[in-house]
């Protein structure tokens, strides 16, 4: 089965803009990674916002299918939640890098509904962080859901060559369980 010309110019695009970011990037060069005109491209996407646009929705999406939690409950919930997400992020590494870096590019429209489909995620991540840590007030569940989807993007960053897939998606998911351990003891008092 072929690969469809708009999967094509996604996959182009989601190489450069994770290369050399979305304002580094134009259209014809969009077209010559993924062996079209640049004008060909105005036949499948408006322009060069609307394919950041379909690459963040594809991001999410991936996210979204990754992490649901399977009918487990409390700890394994979280777990299923942080180890999905870790592999999503190491799989679709690209995506996963633009997602974090690209958001402004995005218009204040695209933005507004982006942020809105977002939060279905971040619900799911709240939820489980509740159910684990009952006595944390929502600031701190917020916080928590901010600090565990920050380290576990960083994977994007890393180098492919640093460990093997799994290897790093176990890493990363203990270090995140660790964290989110360690935010749930009680705050220190400094003393005097």
Known sequence: ????????????????FHERGFA?????EIGVRAGVTG?????????????????FDEA????????VPDGDVGRARLR???????????????????WQTESSALSP????????????????????????YPERSDDEIAAAVHCAVTLIGSL??????????DDRVALVTEMTLAALDAAA????????
């Open 156 to 165: 994007a960053q890393w180098p492919a060559n640093l460990k093997g897939i």
């Open 109 to 132: 429209a695209s933005r507004r509904r982006f942020l809105r489909r977002t939060r279905s995620y971040f619900e799911r991540w709240r939820t489980a962080l509740e159910d684990v």
């Open 185 to 192: 003891l009680p705050a220190a008092t400094p003393s005097a």
């Open 39 to 55: 004008p060909a491209i105005y036949r499948h996407f408006k322009g060069k916002e609307e394919i950041l646009t379909s690459l």
């Open 1 to 16: 089965m072929s690969v469809s010309r708009d999967r094509k110019i996604l996959e182009a695009a989601a190489k450069l």
């Open 80 to 98: 299923s939640i942080v180890a999905g997400h870790a592999e999503y992020v190491v799989r679709a590494s690209e995506l996963a890098s633009i």
């Open 24 to 28: 580094g990037v134009s259209v014809d």
């Open 60 to 67: 999410l999406d991936g996210l979204l299918d990754a992490t």
